[in-house]
């Protein structure tokens, strides 16, 4: 199986924001789902979604609590 985060030579690409994005996707969230359960506006996961802001660690602590997910599989 290919590696779904990985470019064509093989190596990391994803991003922090491409795997939030990834696991909102895969659940079925929209941004502004994931913005109410973690007390973000949509505007911010949109930021984050594309590598326009910084995440402070608190900031994904509940990103990842609203998506159900343990912070370290956002992590790439």
Known sequence: ?????????????????????????????????????????????TNIELDRTDVPTKTLMRIAQALGVRAGDLLP
């Not at 190596?11 to 994005?21: D, Y």
């Not at 929209?30 to 109410?36: D, F």
């Open 1 to 45: 199986m290919k590696c779904p985060y990985c470019n064509g030579s093989g190596e990391l690409a994803a991003t922090m924001g491409a795997m939030i994005r990834q696991s909102r996707e895969e659940k079925g969230l929209t941004q502004l789902e994931v913005a109410n359960g973690a007390g973000l506006s949509r505007t911010q996961i």
